[in-house]
């Protein structure tokens, strides 16, 4: 190998001195500039927010305790809450797929509370949100509405109510844990409130709802409407019992209620003449 091979197997520097070639000299290394203090004050670190407490939900009751029951808001108001059931027992339904009923959504109520902008609140059952998906979200749609949970099927939660059939009480809690879950997805104004098929309860009743953290909603004036011959009954059963705080049943359900929107107008009428103002539920009860 010659020697400018062997060189090549060197290292670099020892290569060029080792081989009698005189390595380059270094690139001269430019001189840092001098250090000018910064006179600026020093910037204080970045203040991170806490995050904002989630809402609560109105109705919300601790779990595991029996929930408490609501009759009415406070006497001491000018304020009455519309309060509207959306019915749907497996009867129901059946009626509807066999065409013997033509519906048991009333959009003519429904379209009377949004062009008079009335605030309401909803007591929905499962199988009626599932009937009607695309009312249900209308309803949730609106800031003057809110939902509440009237049970998955409408059965009773007792016996001897009306002529609803009975739920079995191992089925109670899970039954309305359902109609949660159903109607959640809609979004809106849900709420944690909880109104009884045929507003018939006992303890047992209570005890099952008792994991859910809920509220019970039963109402001080019952307006009748499922069983009325005509409009006149309804409104007479109502502004007959209304007063500052009251909570107003009424059902939304338009073939087993069919009077009830031609007995509103006259309901809010006669509510504006005594001075009292429909609120959502929520707000009766300070939520």
């Not at 020892?14 to 001189?31: D, F, I, Q, R």
């Not at 609560?56 to 601790?62: I, K």
């Not at 502004?239 to 049943?249: D, E, F, H, N, T």
Request: hydrophobic fraction near 40%; aromatic fraction near 6%.
């Amino acid at each position: 190998m010659s020697i400018y091979g062997r060189c090549l197997v060197l290292g670099a520097v020892l290569m060029l001195s080792g081989c009698g070639l005189t390595p380059p000299a270094p690139a001269p290394v430019p001189a840092s500039p001098p250090v000018v203090p910064d006179s600026r004050p020093a910037s204080s670190p970045p203040v991170l927010e806490a995050s904002p407490e989630p809402a609560r939900v109105p109705g919300t009751y601790p779990a595991g305790s029996l929930p408490p029951i609501v009759q009415h808001g406070p006497r001491d108001t000018g304020s009455v809450s519309l309060t509207f059931d959306a019915d749907m027992t497996d009867a129901m339904a059946d009626r509807l797929r066999r065409g013997e009923v033509s519906s048991y959504a009333n959009l003519t109520l429904l379209k009377m509370l949004e062009k008079r902008e009335i605030p309401a609140t909803f007591f929905v059952t499962g199988q009626w949100a599932e009937e009607y998906p695309e009312i249900t979200r209308r309803i949730a749609g609106n800031p003057r509405f809110e939902l509440a949970n009237h049970s998955y099927e409408h059965a009773a939660f007792t016996a001897d109510c009306y002529t609803l059939p009975q739920l079995p009480a191992a089925a109670m809690t899970e039954d309305v844990a359902k109609t949660f879950r159903t109607i959640e997805p809609f979004g809106g104004r849900q709420t944690r409130y909880f109104r009884f098929p045929g507003l018939c309860h006992d303890r047992a009743a209570l005890r099952a709802l008792a994991p859910l953290g809920v509220t019970v909603i039963d109402g001080d004036v019952v307006s009748g409407d499922p069983f009325a011959r005509g409009p006149a009954p309804i409104v007479r059963a109502v502004l007959s019992q209304a007063k500052p705080g009251s909570i107003i049943v009424m059902h939304v359900t338009e073939a087993n209620a069919q009077y009830t929107d031609d007995a509103l107008p006259k309901i809010l009428a006669g509510l504006q003449r005594r001075g009292l103002q429909p609120v959502m539920l929520s707000e009766l009860l300070g939520e």
